[in-house]
């Protein structure tokens, strides 16, 4: 039950060992291989080499991949663990297991530290934070002005940043989400705690019973 | 229920049924009916009633900077497994009985029964398509003290029914 087919293996080379993933995540065997599924189809959409590039993880959020943006590089750049410039399949269950309904809510708070965290400081600096608020404005049919985003600002800070020295550090971070638990609604796909009876789109295809077959 | 002294053991619900499972109003994390205190089960629609007219009604949520740069499409990862309801914000100078009136006469514009709670509304059409009827929620939230944003979601029906709605009848009172 642990080996998997060796052709999967080769053609995708980030590919993972379903039960090692399984029992490192939240997810169970099946419900990874229903997630390879998945993973298959957004790495050969671009480019067939068995690894979600940029692009193709743009196509597959958005649909269309010319949009290039501050949000979708800073999700890009989570998943992709090691900084390879791409995403293999343990990179993606791995990170897709952080939005896991069963995941633990530490791990979704670090996780936004760390997406709202621009220049990897250790800091959510105020003027990240306006560069996040006016990238948002950019891509919606928001409109607000300077004074507005400025008072925004301020109100966000004056809660969050406790110290009062311009930037949210971690625990200031812990402690904000904790009376704004709303702000970790975006850290929870409820689709992931049935993936292979809620996608009826996937062809469920399982390789253990291929090789009993 | 801003008020503390309300707060205590109180939790506000109001309960429906969507896509054959049992919600409450208080939805948008998804939660389960169980994962409600017996204590809001028990308690009846009428005294629901009575104890929100003791308070501010019409007291939107507040919004950080961090609520608005959620809202992004980017962050919204159901998008890798769905085609994504998009939802559309509007920001509005006026207050929040003003945004609630004026939504009530589109609704009454286009025949769409209305039901309302607090600041979100719940707007359905008569008028079944393949998906069911039409049904967009809206809510309103405080931005700044004197700006609001309305946030509008197709909860059901047809994605382009729900298109047309939104360009013909919202956006061309879109100033509020």
């Known amino acids: 039950m642990g080996c998997f087919s060796s052709k999967a293996r080769r053609k995708f080379p980030g590919h993972e060992d379903p039960v090692l993933l399984a029992s490192q995540t939240a997810f169970s065997v099946s419900e990874v291989e229903a997630l390879f599924e998945l993973y298959k189809s957004i790495s050969a959409s671009v480019i067939d080499d068995g690894l979600i590039n940029k692009e193709e993880f743009q196509l597959a959020l958005f649909k269309n991949r010319k949009r290039e943006n501050l949000f979708a590089n800073r999700i890009f750049y989570l998943f992709d663990v090691d900084r390879k410039g791409f995403i293999d399949f343990g990179d993606f269950v791995r990170s897709l297991n952080v939005f896991h309904p069963n995941a633990p809510q530490e791990d979704k708070i670090n996780f936004t530290f760390k997406l709202y965290d621009l220049d990897g400081t250790g800091y959510i600096e105020r003027q990240e934070v306006k560069q996040m608020l006016i990238a948002l404005l950019c891509e919606s049919e928001l409109k607000l002005t300077d004074d507005s985003i400025e008072i925004i600002l301020d109100k966000t800070f004056l809660e969050a940043d406790v110290d009062q020295d311009g930037k949210i550090n971690k625990s200031e971070w812990h402690n904000f989400v904790d009376r704004n638990p709303s702000l970790m609604k975006i850290m929870t796909l409820p689709y992931l705690r049935d993936i292979t009876t809620t996608f009826p789109s996937f062809v469920f295809h399982s390789e253990v019973d291929e090789i009993a077959t | ?176």
Not at chain 2, 6 to 20: A, L, M, P, Q
Not at chain 2, 90 to 114: M, R
Not at chain 2, 167 to 173: D, G, H, V
Request: hydrophobic share 35%; proline share 2%.
């Open chain 2, 1 to 176: 229920m801003n008020n503390k002294w309300f707060k205590r053991g109180f939790k506000h619900v109001k309960i429906y049924i969507e896509d054959d499972k049992l919600c409450s109003v208080n939805d948008n994390e998804n939660d389960d009916i169980e994962s409600l205190s017996d204590q809001s089960l028990s308690e009846s629609e009428s005294e629901l009633d009575t104890r929100m007219r003791f308070t501010n009604l019409l007291r939107p949520a507040s919004l950080n900077a961090f609520d608005i740069i959620s809202f992004s499409r980017d962050f919204d990862l159901s998008g890798l497994f769905e085609d994504g309801t998009d939802g559309a914000r509007f920001v509005s100078g006026t207050h929040v009985s003003n945004i609630i009136s004026k939504l009530e006469e589109i609704a009454k514009v286009v025949s769409f029964s209305v039901r309302k709670k607090d600041c979100r509304m719940r707007l359905e059409g008569s008028r079944e398509g393949v998906k069911g009827p039409l049904t967009i929620a809206t809510e309103i939230f405080e931005l700044t003290p004197s700006l609001r944003v309305v946030e509008v979601k197709k909860k059901g029906g047809d994605r382009v029914e729900y298109e047309e709605f939104c360009n013909r009848e919202l956006k061309p009172i879109i100033d509020f």
